[in-house]
């Protein structure tokens, strides 16, 4: 059954728009950032970041098949999410595109540059992302906007917490002089506070959100 469900930007708080454009670009930029390098690999970088490009290099094609579908499908969660009206066919390519960020980032964890503490919060984290999603397009199938945009918006906000870990490794890298801490050890430890914080976020919108409709029904019964 065709859906389509009018989406005011208006909705949402500045700050949650801010965030979530602050993410996507992050998420886009990072992606670009690494096919240059894989293509035309620089020979300048600081010893640390040499390092870890070099860990990408080594399995290049994983690498590609995760990072392109991811940012096309960060990109197609701004158009399906932000939408006023239509979309249909963007949604129906929203879901395969997020099954293979998904399915590729468990693949990319064997090379964890954290070791277990960041596979861990890859596993814990994209479980949660592929779940969203499935249950996302099981109300889809159902012809249930509400439940299944609610379950959108947490799969979307789950997957863009790889983008609130880069500022969070800025502030390892840019400490490390004075923690002695090196990417192996802050790795994953970045990636269960980035992943955390936009996890939550989502949580407490989605909760307001739903206590905002409690309440206008009361008031309208």
């Not at 728009?17 to 950032?33: E, H, K, Q, S």
């Not at 964890?109 to 969203?132: D, I, P």
């Amino acid at each position: 059954m065709r859906q389509h469900v009018s989406i005011e930007t208006s909705r949402h708080p500045l700050w949650l728009l801010a965030g979530f454009w602050f993410c996507v670009v992050i998420a886009i930029a990072v992606v670009i950032r690494r096919l240059v390098e894989l293509i035309r690999p620089s020979h300048g970088s600081p010893p640390q970041m040499a390092s870890l490009d070099a860990t990408f290099s080594s399995h290049t094609a994983l690498t590609v098949m995760h990072i392109v579908p991811a940012a096309i499908f960060v990109l197609l969660s701004a158009a399906v999410l932000l939408r006023r009206t239509g979309g249909e066919w963007l949604e129906r390519l929203f879901f395969p595109f997020g099954a293979v960020t998904g399915a590729t980032a468990y693949a990319m964890s064997y090379w964890a540059v954290g070791g277990w503490v960041e596979r861990s919060a890859v596993l814990v984290f994209n479980t949660w992302f592929l779940f969203s999603l499935g249950r996302a397009y099981w109300f889809r199938l159902r012809g249930e906007p509400a439940p299944k945009r609610e379950w959108m918006t947490r799969a979307v906000g789950i997957l863009l917490g790889i983008a609130t870990t880069r500022p969070v490794m800025g502030v390892f890298f840019a400490t490390s002089s004075r923690t002695h801490l090196s990417p192996g050890q802050f790795f994953g430890i970045a990636f269960w506070i980035g992943f955390s914080i936009n996890a939550g976020v989502i949580e407490l919108w989605l909760h307001s959100k739903r206590r905002a409709r409690l309440h206008q029904s009361a008031a309208t019964s």
